[in-house]
């Protein structure tokens, strides 16, 4: 491989981008049509959240009796990237798409980038049994699916790249797969754009020029922001941990935590079943008062950690653009930039993703709050924590001095 | 250290980080300011450039009696990161900002980021020796110092926080110091713009939508600015190789370079002397001839391989930046966007730091160009060798598989 003439290096990976991307940006755009559409008919249709139990049973029964080896997810993509053993089934694509619908048709309150990032790194893992990948180059293949499927359902590709670069270690990120992973998040951000398929666009106002004391209120609130991820994380975890021990039977987890979330959403509303897209989007506009980030923050670790489908990074944009927009009312910083360093920043520190989500800060809302973003980023990144919501990461370095249970939890990479 | 609660770490980093940034900040603003003058100075007294031979002995008899162990300037700062020896002499910073300001009265052709970081390294070193800061901090102080000072005399925060990250290995990076950095480089930042200090723009014309043929077109100039970088910098060793080995007295260098460089500007004519801020901006809108970026490489190449002080990075934006324009008259591309590629790319594969300049393009230039910033960047990047402009650069990994010469330079960290 290393001998392999630059003109082959480039043309071997441009052909596997090339691939991975169409494939991977065109599964995003059929799941994010037919997310809208779900979503849509569930809104005209508020009765089928009374239905969500049994959907849970449905989704645990399939995953319990036929999801052999895939249940694990986006930690088994991370852990086949660490410890290449066998491929990651194929199976998994359909699997994640179809109880993600599932999941959202019935009011599950889950997000999408881990159902993008299972069918990307499914998709683009084949090639390591067709193409006749080199084993030392498999962890790229992954690398490559994870950054197609996150540029390509968030329309970020320079997120997407440096998120899958970042996210399968903490504290540190290494470039031998920066030219792939660029590659494909382009291709499969172009190949779900080619469909026609667009993406929310956020109304970040007027940002105010920074200074001394603007710095320090945004330090408190990424301060906070990492707090809450950190929260997130831990309940998320600990809620799992719960619905393991106590219901020994998995496809009832899920109908138990149905049942939950049912009689939540009667108390709270509707609007914090699903994506929750609408709410995100008020939030860059209208003082959020705090049970919106507080409910969406429970109900969103009940739907997973009872084991619906769909990822936590959309309920995280929520949660923080959420909590940034009521920072607004106690900060002297305009509602649409505490929401947007919210929505940023409650997902780099609950992932451990700092730079992937500064690059995202300014793919969706321009480099205007770009300073603002990273201090927020840097910050909630800092008080977040060892754990985050991927425990298959490995901790390069310790994140910082900051915390002394860094210890815990340490291992080192190979 | 780990022991310490974090409201400690906080104050404790808050507190040098500050300092470090008025100091570092400020010294920018100076430097700059300075820097101004004398070129405006040199620009209406031409003949000045006659004296740069006597100029070139005059720095290279200071260094040569006075400046015991500071003439391996950024390179010094890198291997302290990576070696902790002794501290950085703070007498590095009168030294560097008075020769990099004689360099350029006489018409040298070099940039300025070599004097911020070695000023900003210098200072930030000195804590060591009065704040009582851990030995296995003081890499940190140093890095703090290297983000200060790049991000003091660009006005890019983002871009010189994983500049000073990224520098100083090649082909990972490790985040230990992310918080540091970025305090370090907003605060110098807000320094020098405290002080009135502002930095040039660059006009960007409209961006067009990206797509798979100027996906290609953007891959191929990437391609062109990574071997212009590879070039620049093999000359750059090469040259000072040659200076080295036929003048055995080095103080004489600089003054033969010096004959050389006046011999050339005659021919050349004198915008190439200096930084050449005008010819960058001219990039943006007027198509350049390829001889303006064959003359400064070879330009800044004879003056700094001769000893002559300052830095390589503000010659490779003009270097990359009139690549890039001169692109434009066979790619169908804006001529504004390949200058603003050529920019950034040139200085991210010489000098091995592909993020920062994709930062420091989004600061620079806004969102708009930023993935055709990327990809031309990660390609230059990856065709420019595994050696680039700074030598104590350690490699964690290999770059790509993409070149066999990898394996003759390789060393890992410790």
Redesign the interface.
């Known amino acids: ?4 003439p ?1 003109v082959l ?1 480039f043309l071997k990976w441009l052909a596997i981008t090339l691939i991975i991307g169409a494939l991977a940006g065109s599964a995003s755009a059929f799941f994010l049509v037919a997310l809208d559409r779900v979503t849509a008919y569930r809104e005209t249709h508020e009765r089928l959240i009374f239905l969500l139990p049994l959907a849970g049973l449905f989704i645990g029964l399939l995953y319990h009796y036929f999801g052999n080896g895939i249940a694990k997810g986006n930690n088994l993509v991370i852990e086949e990237i660490h410890r290449p053993s066998r491929i990651v089934p194929l199976v998994m694509a359909p699997f994640i798409l179809f109880s993600t619908l599932v999941t959202h048709l019935f009011g599950g309150s889950a997000g999408r980038e881990g159902t993008a990032v299972q069918i990307g790194g499914a998709l683009a893992d084949q090639f390591s049994r067709w193409f006749g990948v080199a084993h030392r180059d498999r962890h790229i293949l992954l690398i490559c699916g994870i950054s197609a499927g996150f540029a390509s359902v968030f329309g970020t ?2 997120a997407g ?2 998120f899958a670069l970042e996210v399968f270690l903490l ?6 797969a ?2 792939p992973a ?1 590659l494909s998040a ?1 291709f499969a951000d ?1 190949a779900c754009r080619l469909w026609g398929v667009g993406h929310t666009t956020y109304p970040v106002a007027a940002v105010p020029a ?3 004391a603007l ?1 320090g209120w945004t330090a408190a609130a990424g301060i906070i922001f990492g707090l809450a991820a950190r929260f997130f994380s831990v309940l998320n975890h600990w809620l799992g941990a719960r619905f393991s021990r106590h219901i020994g039977y998995p496809p009832l987890r899920p109908l138990a935590g149905g049942l939950l979330i049912v009689s939540l959403l009667l108390i709270a509303g509707t609007r914090y079943a699903g994506l929750g897209i609408p709410v995100i989007v008020e939030s860059f506009t209208r003082v959020q008062p705090p049970e919106t980030f507080g409910w969406k923050i429970l109900l969103t670790c009940l739907t997973l950690g009872a084991g619906f489908k769909g990822g936590e990074v959309t309920p995280l944009f929520f949660i923080g653009a959420a909590l940034g927009s009521c920072l607004s009312a106690v900060m002297p910083l305009p509602v649409s930039l505490l929401a947007a360093m919210g929505f940023a920043a409650v997902f780099a520190a609950a992932a451990n993703t ?2 992937a989500c ?2 995202m800060g ?2 969706l809302f ?2 205007g709050p ?2 603002y973003v ?2 927020a980023c ?2 909630a ?3 977040s924590g060892q754990r985050g919501i991927y425990s298959a990461q490995q901790q ?9 249970d ?2 815990a939890g340490a291992n080192t990479t190979p």
Do not use: C, H
């Open positions: 491989m290393r001998m392999l630059p290096y590709p320079l790249t440096v504290g540190s990120m290494r470039y031998q920066l030219f660029l382009i172009q920074i200074n001394i710095l700092p730079l500064i690059l300014v793919e321009g480099s770009a300073v990273a201090v840097v910050l990144y800092l008080v390069k370095d310790f994140k910082t001095g900051l915390w002394n860094v210890s």
